[in-house]
């Protein structure tokens, strides 16, 4: 195995990462004033991911840095092909970013009402987006000899690659309802697992459908394929879980299927990482795009050593914030009314509904 092979793994590793850690961030986004009853629970259920969300996006940087560095015209081509898409997805990550910030500044029920829905919408447009081009990059696209791309922006709509939108913001819903219910506590979490429970459902159809799919498009190899299998399995246990309150394996099961969904379609696309619906010749591969020796020596090497370094944070932070939330105890005040916020790295932490560690028996 060669240096682009290796780089296309770790481009694969990245954009699995991505969805695995920012997947429930997205779902809790999606879900917190769907699940919450009001302001506090909504506040409590945003509370989940304020210290993660930011860091897990981090991995989307990389990934798309990877491909920029490690496979020019692969980068070229597909970002070139997606210029309005990607401009829909900027406007849906700095809504959602801007909206943690923005959300508690001024005390009015229409002010909180307007951020939250900003939430929603960029927690949904944002995988949704990405899930489109993904799948796009195994079905194809209307790429010439060139490498350059040939089709307008409704091109990007082909079947398999919104079916593969669809079925990563299901995975989301499951995944960061499993989320909440590992998070918070009483009826927000019960609340939490039902929602859960229906989204299973949905994202088993789903990954159903896209195995199937992928299966008629392309063949595919035993990893691939065992990956393929992995999602619904995955999706099952979770839902199992769910409905006997064992959220923390849920988690894990949803984990897994954002990965074995995600995985196998990068497994799918080798060796080709962009193909051509015009002309299978005209595909791209690791080969014919990736960048010159010495540039992936280069990288290899800088990799190794951040890597780790960032992998040991995000596990610390995990680690540290890895308590229940929970929402202010009955007598402590009125529930429903805003509370103070103070000033933290996790942004709208309301004083009294902090992170609370299990009470001994």
């Known amino acids: 195995m060669g240096l682009p092979e290796v780089w296309f793994v770790a481009i694969a590793v990245l954009w699995t990462g991505f969805f695995v850690l920012e997947g429930f961030d997205f779902g809790v986004g999606m879900l917190h004033s769907v ?16 210290p993660f969300w930011d ?34 997805l900027l406007v849906a990550l700095i809504l959602r970013g801007v909206s943690f910030e923005f959300r508690g500044k001024v005390d009015t029920g229409r002010w909180r009402r307007a951020w939250s829905l900003a939430l929603s919408i960029g927690s949904l447009v944002t995988p949704f987006i990405l899930g ?5 990059l195994l079905v194809g696209l209307p790429v010439d000899a060139n490498q350059e791309f040939t089709g307008s922006f409704w091109a990007l709509f082909t079947g398999y690659g919104v079916w ?16 909440l219910g590992l998070r918070t506590t009483g009826a927000l979490r019960e609340r939490a697992r039902a ?32 990956a393929l299998s992995l999602a619904p399995v995955a999706v099952l246990v979770a839902l199992v879980s769910l409905r006997a309150e064992r959220e923390r394996r849920a988690f894990v099961a949803t984990t897994l299927a954002m990965a074995g969904t995600v995985g196998s379609l990068f497994g799918s696309l080798y060796p080709d990482v962009l193909v051509s619906s015009t002309d299978p010749a005209y595909n ?18 800088v990799v190794a050593v951040v890597l780790p370094v960032v992998l040991a944070y995000q596990a610390y932070s995990y680690v ?22 103070q000033r933290t790295d996790a942004p709208e932490i ?12």
């Open 35 to 50: 699940v919450a009853r009001s302001e506090t629970e909504q506040r409590v259920a945003i509370n989940t991911i304020g």
């Open 55 to 88: 860091g897990n996006e981090v991995w989307l940087v990389v990934g798309a840095a990877g491909i920029f560095a490690a496979f020019p015209s692969w980068y070229a081509t597909w970002l070139s092909a997606g210029y309005l898409a990607i401009l829909v």
């Open 132 to 136: 489109i081009a993904l799948g796009d």
């Open 164 to 179: 593969t939108g669809v079925t990563v913001v299901l995975l989301c819903l499951v995944h960061g309802a499993a989320f």
């Open 195 to 226: 929602l859960g429970v229906a989204f299973a459902w949905a994202a088993m159809a789903a990954v159903v459908v896209f195995g199937l799919w992928t299966l008629n498009i392309v063949d595919v190899g035993p990893v691939t394929y065992g």
């Open 284 to 301: 791209l591969t690791v080969d014919n795009s990736a960048s010159g020796h010495y540039a992936l020596v280069v990288m290899t090497v």
């Open 320 to 341: 540290v914030f890895r308590h229940r939330v929970g929402a202010p105890a009955v007598g402590t005040g009125d529930t429903s009314s805003p509370l103070p916020q």
């Open 350 to 361: 309301p004083t009294a509904a902090t992170s609370v560690p299990p009470r001994r028996r």
